[in-house]
């Protein structure tokens, strides 16, 4: 029979008894302390109440006995004195003369003169032998430096340390704070630990392949850091129904456009196998049928380079070369098949002679990906002009590529780049995959670099590709 080694418990439960234990260990180290001192006070609090009662009652026996060298006829004083507290007035031999409080059992007719002599007026001995100790807090009656008696204040040492009534109370305090201590401990945890089920919940609902906003709102969240904890759950489910929903649609269309050129050349060749055709139309329909195959081979050529550059597998065989004219061989060969757009350079004299570790082939994609995009962008309109801008930017080149065409919808910005994902205004102009705006920028990376979409608005967008500038060669 295996036993679970790591058994999980939930975790309200988990961090509410690892708090308690906290808190009872805290309290019980509070609680000790706390009776130390309270035993400490106490006992100093009596003994010097004790000690005042003595120096009082010499006092009183002073001013009113007779005669200062004999104590015999000074009268009994009867002061309100406890039971537990006994009084006696010794001579300076210890004799006693007079009890204040003369209790039942106890009467002591002389004290040994080393209670007397002791240094302190404090002291604690067992005066009847059977094992009871008595505090003896002793004061002087004495006048003008001349001693004629004591007055002893006995109490039971057991008295004294007694402390019971301000233990109990400590207890009641201590029990009192656990229990709110438990209280608060358990409904903050519970407040903390509901915002981290509800996103363990929506993880596992999102992992069974649900996408559906939870109802947490995160606006009565006042923890800042379960607030964004909370929000970007709900933006990141969102955000993966918005592209669930968005792959869907783009795989529908993605086989969409495998399958048109496919039927096209399929149709194209029935008619020929069946003499449908024939002559001049025959050679016609081979025509088509070899621009489709080109258009179904290039798409197929795009999905195993861009699955290549996922994995990795594509070895960059980079150079160093000037930036500038590798961009002008590029803008020149693609102008070459694309008479009808104008490309304009503004290149600034700064970067006539940077240098930047490229591949030429994979350079000249990138350029031609957004060249591409930028014409198909401007279709419709009536000018045609796309301007490469370069400049320098800190230790890298800056390239922009900006067209007049309509625009990007701001609902799509975010998307553009995601693989297979085309605009609801391109996917029925242009024929495609989707694929050259998350291949280009998936070869910038791969170059050092980087591409993002700057601008896009109704008069045009601007895409940026940022390039490492070689190192000297001084520094290699």
Known sequence: MSIQKNKRIPLLQHWTKRYLMTLVVGLIVIGIISALWIRHTTIENRIDLTRFMAEQTASQVLNLSESRTDLEGSP????QIREETHVFVVDPTGRTISP?????????RSFPTSILEYEEDVQVVDLTNEGDNYYVVK???????I?????????????????EQ???QLIMMLLSMAVLGWGAIYFQSRRLVAPIKYVSNGVRKIKEGTYQKMELSSDSIKEEEVYELVESFNEMSSRLEQLEETRTTLLAGVTHELKTPVTSISGLLQALDQGVVEGEEAKSFIKFSLKETEKLQTMVEDLLVFNSLAVDAIPM???RLLVVNELKEAVTQWRASHTSCEVKHDISAEVEDLEVNLDIVRFQQIITNLLNNGLQAMAGRDSSVIVVRVRAQGKNV??????????IPATEQEFIFERFFRGEGKKYQTRGLGLGLALSR???????GSLALTSSDDVGSVFTLILPIAPDKDDN
């Open 76 to 79: 009994e004083i009867n002061p």
């Open 100 to 108: 204040f409080n003369r209790p039942e059992g106890l009467y002591i």
């Open 139 to 145: 004061a002087p009656i004495e006048e003008q430096g």
């Open 147 to 163: 001693i004629f008696g004591w007055v002893l204040v006995l109490q039971k040492e057991e008295f004294v340390t007694s402390v």
């Open 166 to 168: 301000e233990y109990s």
């Open 317 to 319: 065989n980079k150079e």
């Open 398 to 407: 800056r390239v922009d590529v900006c067209d007049e065409g309509i625009g």
């Open 442 to 448: 998936m070869l910038a990376e791969g170059l050092g």
